[in-house]
């Protein structure tokens, strides 16, 4: 079936240190990727997806790209802030209606 | 920000007793979902609902029903709660299928326990 991969942390970073969450996926057919960032005491919000391979999705410094050929749809960020401290999901679409989503990866960014 | 409110935010019960967790939207959007939240399950789908008394299964539905009788609402029944339903759960909504990258829209969660 249809799963997701990813670190689950937490990750403990400095201010302006570079950020990698890995995420690997296992599905069938050609399914749409995704990064849900959650904030303390929040619901997910969409941070960046794609939705074919070598596709690169990004928004506020993150940046993603759908790589089929490793099924893997690694995060990162340049220069994290500690504002970026949050929980990170990776999750995918393979059918209709139903997101299938990792089991978040904890960020701390400390000043 | 999507208009998206859980009532309630916080809620203790017993075991035994039953709950009804309410969802209210004022995008119109015609897609409705639950979701649990746990320690290292990430988001599971309860329940979804693709329009007015149209409603599916998810992955973890048993022990769970659901009712929408209007656009806005999207009702979540534990019908006796048990010690394992404590969790956060979440609403979201979206105006079209999933399917083709189209987003989904969080509610701000409602953490219940179950004693």
């Known amino acids: 079936g249809n799963s997701v991969t990813q670190m689950e942390g937490p990750v403990t970073l400095s201010e302006e240190a570079f950020l990698t969450i890995n995420c690997t996926y296992t599905?069938?057919?050609?399914?749409?990727l995704f990064w849900y960032v959650q904030y303390p005491g929040e619901g997910l919000q969409l941070l960046l997806k794609?939705?074919?391979?070598?596709d690169k999705g990004s928004n506020k410094g993150f940046e993603a790209t759908y790589r089929k050929e490793t099924t893997s749809f690694h995060l990162e960020k340049g220069s994290v802030q500690v504002s970026d401290s949050a929980v990170y999901f990776c999750?995918?679409?393979?059918?209709?209606?139903?997101?299938?989503f990792g089991p978040g990866t904890s960020l701390s960014v400390i000043p | 920000d999507a208009g998206i409110t859980q009532s309630p935010r916080h809620k203790v019960t017993e075991t035994g007793t039953p709950v009804t967790l309410r969802c209210h939207q004022t995008?119109?959007?015609?897609?409705m979902y639950w979701y649990r939240q746990d320690p290292g399950h990430g988001l599971r789908l309860i329940h979804y609902?693709?329009?007015?008394?149209?409603?599916d299964k998810g992955e973890v539905s048993d022990g769970y029903s659901v009712s929408r009788s209007k656009t806005e609402d999207f009702l979540l029944t534990l019908e006796s709660a048990t010690s394992s339903q404590t969790s956060v759960y979440f609403c979201?909504?979206?105006?079209?299928?999933?399917?083709?990258?189209?987003?989904?829209?969080f509610g701000p969660g409602t953490r219940l326990t179950v004693l």
């Open positions: 995008e119109n959007h015609r897609y």
């Open positions: 599905a069938t057919g050609y399914p749409s």
């Open positions: 794609a939705t074919k391979a070598d």
């Open positions: 999750a995918l679409v393979a059918s209709y209606d139903k997101v299938i």
């Open positions: 979201a909504i979206s105006d079209q299928r999933l399917a083709g990258a189209n987003e989904q829209f």
């Open positions: 609902s693709y329009g007015v008394k149209d409603t």
